[in-house]
């Protein structure tokens, strides 16, 4: 479970990370920001939407199908190794558009619309905490 938390306080980490680069890049003059309203500008809106939009639930989705057949099998090494492997993935998949959503929002000047999908991510982020109890949970039999 200490692996999975690495992984899951790893994308806070790095959507901080993202948050303080931008904000420098912005601040000291290395990079312009974007006009949300011009062609690239809305080319990364476009970008950081499809992303949150097809990761988070495809993210979810993966997870639990592979949950249900692990779920089939008897408890091992290999079940639990899957679990992790899955349940990594899944952080990833669902909290990615929060860090490139922090880090849009500051390479636009502080465009709202980013920030809130950022947090919408972050929502997201939050329920994947790994635990045991959610680990045991998932990995029962569903009962019919």
């Given at each position: ?50 992303d ?7 993210g979810?989705?993966l997870?639990?199908?592979?949950c ?47 920030l ?21 949970l ?7």
């Open positions: 479970m200490k692996r999975l938390n690495f992984y899951y306080y790893g994308m806070l980490v790095l959507a901080v990370v993202a948050a303080t680069v931008t904000y420098f890049l912005i601040m000291k003059d290395i990079v312009l920001p974007i006009n949300p309203l011009s062609v690239p500008g809305q080319v990364i809106q476009y970008i950081i939407i499809l949150a939009i097809v990761s988070m639930p495809l979810l989705w997870h639990k199908r592979v249900t057949r692990l779920a089939q099998q008897e408890e091992s090494e290999e079940r639990t190794q899957a679990y992790y492997v899955s349940a990594a993935r899944r952080i990833f998949m669902v909290s990615n558009a929060m860090v490139l959503g922090i880090a849009a929002f500051y390479l636009m000047g502080g465009y709202q619309s980013m809130w999908l950022a947090g919408i991510s972050a929502i997201g982020w939050y329920f994947t905490k790994p635990t045991e109890k959610k680990m045991y998932e990995l029962q039999p569903e009962q019919y």
